[in-house]
């Protein structure tokens, strides 16, 4: 992987000095203690003590003192640090290993689908997941577009309805990789993911605009305005299909810059539109960008992973829901189960497209327009 060169400031001096990185090809990959992870358990069941439910208004009003006087500081200072490095060598994900423990027998069995999840066993993991946004510092938000709300935390659980979409309640084909909501102007900044069970062993799918390195000619063409994004898969195809607008790809910073990109919609989606010059650009884009997906990392119950939307698209490897193999030969377990939460930095920055009484609930539709 090619070395790029970057300016750095120097330590106790107003002199930038250029030293040469290597880009990023892999999230940091947090192992968390014992003692964090027994830590974190107690945070847990203190909250609900005190606040009954993440989505109480007294705690998301108090979400950022909490975190920092909960948190373990070692865990609060990592994403405090991460929520403002944008940097050449921030791969824009972190996984956090053990963060939390899983009581797999007071969880029960996987529900059929999201519809069917059980909130209340699943409290603790709202405030833990609340808390690692709050020290960001961002703020939990929900989307009319997912799910009409849903709530601050959505459980993601293959569905057998739906295996072969391209949406997280999917499981037969691969997830694309993606920025989550790139049909939106205010998609989210923060998303976390937080695994309940993984018992298929399914690898998750990360990919980092920065392991391309400074922009280069590929990526350049993927700052004009070309390119369409259909609202994606969970939406009916007269619904998805037919959008005008048209936006960049690479947005921000000309050399290091932020990425809205769906892979399944910008690209294999035949209800696009998009024009021949924007697909080549998409398409010459692609070619080197899958060289740089991820997906070595296979989560277990109680992993964590935390990625800044601007930098890091997501996904997952296909699977076969309920079952894993083992010597050749699958064996039925209980199905996948994550936990997912979306933040924003700003509430002043998304007023114009939230609810008049509820600014952490966005009703943007598709790139500026709004749900009525």
């Not at 979409?165 to 037969?172: I, P, V, Y």
């Amino acid at each position: 992987m090619k070395n790029i060169t970057v300016t750095t400031p120097g330590i106790m001096t107003d002199v930038w000095a250029e030293t040469a990185v290597t880009p990023p090809s892999e999230p940091l990959i947090v192992d968390i203690t014992a003692r964090e992870s027994t830590a974190m358990y107690y945070i847990g069941k203190q909250l609900i003590r005190e606040y009954g439910s993440y989505e109480n208004p007294a705690f998301i009003a108090t979400l950022h003192l909490n975190a920092y006087q909960l948190l373990p500081e070692r865990i609060a200072r990592i994403l405090s640090q991460f929520g403002t490095d944008y940097s050449a060598t921030q791969y824009g994900a972190l996984v956090f290993r053990g963060l939390i423990q899983v009581d797999q027998e007071e969880l029960g069995r996987t529900p059929s689908n999201w519809k069917e999840a059980d909130y209340e066993k699943l409290k603790a993991y709202g405030f833990i997941s609340s808390l690692m946004h709050g020290a960001v510092p961002s703020k939990p938000v929900q989307y009319y577009a997912q799910r009409k709300g849903g709530g601050l935390m959505h459980a993601i659980i293959p569905d057998e309805k739906m295996t072969h979409t391209q949406t997280g309640s999917g499981s037969r084909t691969d997830l694309f990789v993606h920025t989550e909501d790139a049909f939106l102007f205010h998609q989210a900044d923060f998303l976390s993911f937080l695994f309940i069970r993984n018992e298929e062993r399914v690898p998750s799918t990360l990919y980092s605009i920065r392991s391309h390195g400074a922009t280069d000619d590929i990526m350049r063409p993927l700052f004009r305005p070309l390119y369409k994004c259909p609202k994606d898969a969970n939406y009916a195809p007269d619904a998805a299909a037919g959008e005008e607008v048209s936006t960049s790809v690479l947005y921000g910073n000309e050399t290091y810059p932020f990425i809205r990109f769906d892979a399944a919609e910008q690209l294999y989606n035949p209800d696009a539109g998009q024009s021949a010059e924007a697909m080549h650009y998409l398409e010459e884009f692609w070619k080197v960008a899958k060289t740089h997906i991820y997906n070595d990392f296979v989560p277990e119950a109680g992993d964590l992973i935390f990625v800044n939307n601007h930098l890091c698209a997501h996904g997952r490897n296909a699977f076969m829901a309920g079952y894993r193999e083992e010597k050749g030969m699958l064996v039925p377990c209980e199905r996948r189960m994550m936990l997912r939460m979306m933040s924003k930095t700003s509430l002043i920055n998304i007023r114009a497209v939230t609810k008049t009484n509820d600014p952490y609930f966005i009703m943007e539709e598709h790139y500026g327009s709004i749900f009525r």
